[in-house]
């Protein structure tokens, strides 16, 4: 994947997460673990930061990590 495509699925995920989270502020007990799981998946995303070449600086592997496969795969294609 290269940068371009990787800062877009970046900013799709971040679009996805921040929509849940405004949903999560409108509801009282399912709004908490709404929040608890946003809260989740931004710490992990935040290990996996964006690096050149469009790869993930906390993997360091080749193309793009297993974390942001499944984030894509989830939250911005499903
Ligand atoms: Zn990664």
């Known amino acids: 994947m290269d940068e371009i495509l990787f800062r877009a699925l970046v900013e799709a995920v971040d ?8 949903i999560a502020a409108l509801s009282s007990e399912a709004g908490i673990e709404l929040a608890r799981l946003v809260g989740a998946w931004r710490s992990l995303l935040g290990q996996h930061p964006p690096a050149r070449r469009g790869r993930c ?4 592997a080749p193309g793009m990590c297993s974390v942001w496969q ?6 911005v294609r499903a």
């Open 57 to 60: 600086a906390g993997c360091r």
């Open 70 to 75: 499944v984030a894509g795969a989830w939250f």
């Open 15 to 22: 679009g996805y997460l921040g929509r849940v989270e405004r």
